[in-house]
């Protein structure tokens, strides 16, 4: 026989089954919607199981006044969208923790976060998908096959657009404005006259190699330029 598993609808907020996003988590069951009200929700948020988090686009705020990272994503297959995830008060954490594989973060805003917009660290398959970025940007650490799954596009840094290229050679890249620019096994090519200003790493080079930057402003950025085994 088949047995047909249907995912459960938890609500989160004002006059809500839930008025923390953690407490809806814990109570939660694997592959879950929670769905998260308009208002500002001041946590540290963990997801240790597979489930889906929506918030009320352009309405919803996660913050947090804690020395820790705002959303910590540790189980793999999750999504979220439709949050502003902001103000994160120390430079060693983050906006956004990823720690696993095969998640989807889409539609959402970062916003000041002192110490990275998303850190992602030793995970795969994860997808970025039009999402923003003021003060704030894109950090990962990792593998070059775990660099090379990662799937990011449609990113802006203060609305100029958040470039992840893979395998590109001999190749030049040229362009008055860019919010981060980022290169994943590439080699041989040539970025001139782009600027690029208040983001988490400016340019990266990730296993890029006899590549060169040219007549180029990066300005009030964390780190200007960022080379991992490049």
Not at 202 to 222: E, H, K
């Amino acid at each position: 026989c088949m047995i047909q598993v249907t995912a459960d609808v938890l609500t989160v907020g004002p006059n809500q089954q839930f008025t923390s996003i953690q407490s809806a988590i814990d109570a939660a069951e694997h592959f879950d919607d929670i769905i998260v009200h308009c208002g500002i929700y001041n946590e540290s948020i963990q997801i240790l199981k597979p489930l889906n988090l929506y918030g009320e686009p352009g309405c919803t705020i996660l913050t947090n006044s804690f020395d820790n990272d705002i959303l910590t994503i540790s189980a793999n297959n999750c999504t979220i969208s439709g949050f502003t995830i902001k103000n994160c008060i120390n430079e060693s954490y983050s906006g956004l923790y990823i720690l696993s594989d095969g998640n989807t973060i889409i539609n959402n805003n970062f916003i000041n976060n002192s110490g990275w917009g998303i850190y992602i660290y030793h995970c795969s398959q994860n997808i970025l998908l039009n999402n923003s970025f003021t003060n704030d940007g894109i950090c990962m650490v990792g593998t070059k096959d775990e660099w090379l799954s990662m799937n990011v596009t449609g990113n802006t840094v203060h609305g100029n657009p958040l470039l992840w290229l893979k395998n590109h050679h001999s190749q030049t890249i040229h362009n008055s404005s860019i919010g981060q620019l980022i290169l994943v096994n590439c080699t041989n090519c040539l970025i001139e006259n782009i600027t690029i200003s208040e983001t988490d790493q400016g340019i990266v080079f990730a296993y890029t190699s006899n590549s060169t930057i040219t007549d180029s402003i990066l300005q009030n950025c964390r780190f200007g330029i960022r080379l991992q085994y490049a």
